[in-house]
């Protein structure tokens, strides 16, 4: 018996949250005792996580939804995994926890606090389960997500419908309004996942450039 990091992770609108919530669903036929985390930065859904699907239209709907508990920092981590009431911890949206400023390590307090807890409980049953982001728009590692890979039992890569041209390879979050920031929430409005053959790279990360600026389309994109 030991405690498992397990991570799946891939762009937007790739499936992670549905993926998810379907292994917390087996946990809890199991009779498996489930806690769901959330970064609170996250504003979309409030007190839960929510699977989404991409309709004809371009618009999102939920498909499905399970009760979460929002983090802001450190001490709500602990707060809520201190007692060892639970068999099963899930985390959605990893991604938007941030690492250190300036950055100590590829973990950040997020990813540190995981892996203490992997080390307290390491001869238990625990499973942690974590979904994020591991690319931002701009193709750089994104939050503790790469991080906490290297640290994982199992990792799970998913890959979307390419926005552009239809394929099974979308890899990335590319991001369509201005910006260089790397915390944006956004849903279709602000993004679409994109493979390698149709990602553009924001001009001011492929030249050194400051400052976003739209990178030319390439022909028969639309």
């Given at each position: 018996m030991s405690a498992r990091l397990e991570l799946i992770v891939g762009p937007m609108f790739a499936g992670k949250t549905e993926r998810l919530?379907?292994?917390l669903h087996r946990a809890q036929y199991a009779r498996k005792r489930v806690r769901i985390l959330k970064p609170a930065f996250d504003t979309r859904t409030q007190g839960e996580i929510a699977s989404r699907a991409v309709n004809s239209d371009g618009n999102t709907e939920f498909t499905a939804t399970m009760p979460a508990i929002r983090l802001r920092n450190a001490a709500d981590f602990l707060s809520v995994t201190r007692d060892d009431d639970y068999d099963v911890l899930a985390v959605d949206e990893a991604h938007f926890f941030p690492l250190d400023e300036p950055m100590t390590d590829q973990l950040g307090?997020?990813?540190?606090?995981?892996?203490?807890?992997?080390?307290?409980?390491?001869?238990?049953?625990l499973k942690i389960i974590i979904a994020g982001l591991e690319l931002d728009f701009a193709e750089q590692p994104f939050g503790p997500v790469p991080g906490l890979m290297a640290l994982a039992d199992?990792?799970?890569k998913?890959?979307?419908?390419?926005?552009?041209?239809?394929?099974?390879?979308?890899?990335?979050?590319h991001r369509i309004v201005p910006g260089d920031a790397q915390l944006v929430v956004g849903d279709t409005g602000?993004?679409?996942?994109r493979c390698r053959a149709c990602y553009e790279p924001p001009v001011s990360v492929a030249t050194g450039v400051?400052?976003?600026?739209?990178?030319p389309r390439k022909s028969g994109t639309r």
């Open positions: 919530i379907a292994k307090w997020f990813g540190r606090n995981v892996r203490d807890l992997l080390r307290r409980r390491a001869a238990s049953d199992a990792v799970e998913l890959t979307g419908v390419c926005m552009v041209c239809g394929s099974d390879a979308g890899y990335i979050s602000e993004y679409q996942v400051a400052g976003y600026v739209e990178a």
